[in-house]
């Protein structure tokens, strides 16, 4: 798995230019969204407000578009979005507990569920994480110029430092 780190404060539109980058892969999936923490605008609907309540929601990757195009949700301070195949059933995901695996940089990274293609995480709120095949980080590298790999994103971005060893250490003060 290609581990990417992305500022939010670098992305105009936010997760739609992560989307756009990834030649909108927003509508080859649906999306199972887990763990998110959300803010909906004033003019929000009530249907759409009452699709997003629930945690491990199932949408097509249309209405998660929509949605956020229309500047109905905004995402706060974490999400999960697990790309999975058009037309997965809610049965076929009710068995994965939603959470996300801590350790994105542990070489034995699982998915969400055995059905997810790619993780989108809404890192701490001011960060987008993309866990993805290599392959997808070909179109990382070439649309998204401010994405990097953890470590050398939480150097440009953060007072996180590592060892000799690797170990992360965080500067206070």
């Known amino acids: 798995m290609d581990i990417w780190m992305i500022s939010r404060r670098e992305l105009k539109n936010d997760l739609l230019d992560i989307f756009t ?3 909108d892969i927003q509508f080859k999936y649906d999306w199972i969204i887990s763990d998110h923490d959300i803010w909906y ?7 759409v407000k009452s699709r997003w309540q629930w945690t491990g929601l199932l949408l097509p990757g249309e209405e998660l578009a929509a949605h956020c195009a229309a500047g109905y949700v905004h995402f706060c301070f ?3 979005l697990s ?3 058009k037309g997965t059933k809610p049965e076929q995901v009710w068995d994965y507990v939603p959470g996300w695996e801590e350790d994105f940089e ?3 990274y699982q998915f969400q569920t055995p059905l ?3 993780e989108i995480v809404c890192y701490d ?7 993805c095949k290599p392959e997808l980080s070909t179109l990382i590298r070439e ?16 007072q996180t430092r590592y060892d000799e060893q690797g170990n992360k250490m965080t500067i206070i003060g």
């Open 143 to 158: 649309h998204l110029p401010h994405a990097m790999p953890p470590k050398e994103w939480y150097l440009a971005y953060t």
């Open 78 to 80: 974490g999400a999960i």
């Open 41 to 47: 605008s004033e003019d929000c609907p009530a249907d």
């Open 21 to 23: 980058a990834l030649n």
């Open 106 to 108: 542990d070489p034995d």
């Open 125 to 131: 709120g001011y960060a987008w994480l993309v866990v």
């Open 83 to 85: 790309a999975v195949p």
């Open 116 to 118: 997810t293609k790619l």
